[in-house]
């Protein structure tokens, strides 16, 4: 663990504690990168922390916010959205400051109370409500499901900050600076998978959101993970193109191979996209975690699944991949399967319900018994160039 103090405006400070322990997320995805948990502090004649960190991090947030205060008292604590990867440090943060009164929405002061029973001071904030805190102004806007019921962001008029929870955030520990520009492209790239694995399910919500806050002067976003963001403009308008989504142009091939079998199969569907000038990005499962193939996911017009028969069924992974586009709403792609076993390949009529739930257009089918030969090899190569045209085709309308 980091922690890095800065005063960005003056009386404004980012509190950012870097967490390069936790290897899943969530418990779902993976972090190599690490990550940030980003609170802010406003001292003006009012005191205002906004966000906290995860639970095992607290006496670290409080010590850093006992040293910015100064022996002055916290006035207000903005819980944006009550996940405990900010909201952990909330118990502690009460007992030291327990006559703070705590900011937030409806929902989220129910599932604040479900998870901490501790007795605090509270108000509810309604959509737009403001609050003078000294010679500054916040407002605070609902923007519900970005990405939980109760999340909300307040807005900092004079400097003009938006603070914006969990959107606009991204993984990775901050470790080569506080700025968006500090890490070049690395930050679009940790951003998007972030948006994919987190935000993308509620992404209609993306739209709504903006239309709120576009009245508002935004000179940069305070997120509650990843670096400040300057790049204002940029940002949003990638979120907006995110929340269709944009899709690329590219087949994404996943599949399960017990004995190399499918392996090869699935080199000659690549060689069939890459025929027709399309990415190929191919995926084995489990090898390949879930965090990386719902980044692709998210963005692939086009899918071929390449699924072994496993006991009469399809492989376990597969259907993994399966449910995770139902979460995620990743609805409308065109998919190829790939079908193998040895005495009988029967994993595609497995897996037709799912891609139905998933409004997936199915765009060719290839069942091949043991290691793929002769006619197998076209059949391959043709799905892989169907897929491949199918994608630009898409990519192309939009
Ligand atoms: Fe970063 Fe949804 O909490």
């Not at 509190?15 to 502090?41: H, K, M, Q």
């Not at 995110?242 to 080199?267: D, F, Q």
Request: proline content about 4%.
């Amino acid at each position: 663990m980091t922690i890095n103090t800065y005063e960005f405006r003056k009386g404004i400070y980012m509190i950012s504690v870097n967490d390069l322990r936790t290897r899943l997320f969530e418990s779902l995805w993976d972090i190599p990168e690490g990550i940030a948990y980003n609170a802010y502090l406003i001292i003006d004649e009012r005191t205002v922390l906004i966000d906290g960190v995860k639970g095992i991090y607290s006496e670290v947030l409080i010590g850093e916010v006992k040293k910015l205060l100064g022996g002055r008292g916290l006035d207000y604590y903005v819980v944006h959205h009550g996940e405990p990867d900010h909201s952990g440090s909330f118990p502690k943060l009460i007992k030291e400051y327990p006559n703070v009164k705590v900011i937030t929405t409806e929902v989220g002061f129910k599932i604040i109370r479900s998870l901490y029973p501790v007795s605090f001071n509270h108000i509810t904030v309604s959509d737009g409500y403001e609050l003078i805190i000294g010679n500054r102004k916040l407002k605070f806007f609902q923007t519900p499901w970005l990405h939980w019921p109760d999340t909300f962001m307040t807005y900092l008029y004079g400097d003009k900050i938006l603070f914006s929870g969990d959107a606009f955030g991204s993984y990775g520990a901050l470790t080569n600076g506080l700025w968006d520009k500090d890490y070049g492209d690395l930050h679009l790239s940790l951003s998007k998978r972030y948006f994919a694995n987190i935000v993308a399910a509620f992404r209609s919500h993306v739209p709504k959101a903006i239309n709120k806050l576009s009245g508002y002067e935004i000179d940069l976003i305070a997120p509650a993970h990843g670096p400040l963001v300057g790049k204002v403009s940029d940002a949003v308008n990638t979120y907006l193109r995110w929340s269709k989504p944009e899709l690329e142009r590219k087949v994404l091939i996943i599949y399960g191979s017990m004995y190399g079998n499918l392996e090869e199969a699935v080199k000659h569907v690549a060689k069939g996209v890459e025929e027709v000038d399309v990415d190929a990005v191919v995926m084995k499962v489990p090898d390949t975690p879930i965090t990386y193939l719902v980044r692709e996911l998210f963005d692939s017009p086009a899918i071929v699944l390449g699924i072994p028969t496993y006991d009469g069924s399809a492989f376990p992974y597969i259907s993994l991949v399966l449910n995770l586009m139902k979460i995620k709403r990743f609805e409308g792609r065109y998919v190829g399967i790939v079908s193998s076993g040895l005495w009988s390949a029967v994993a595609e009529s497995k897996v037709m319900k799912d891609l139905d739930e998933v409004k997936a257009t199915v765009d060719g089918k290839v069942s091949i018994l043991g290691h793929p030969k002769g006619d197998d090899i076209t059949k391959l190569v043709d799905l892989g160039r169907s897929l491949g045209r199918r994608a630009a085709e898409v990519v192309s309308k939009q």
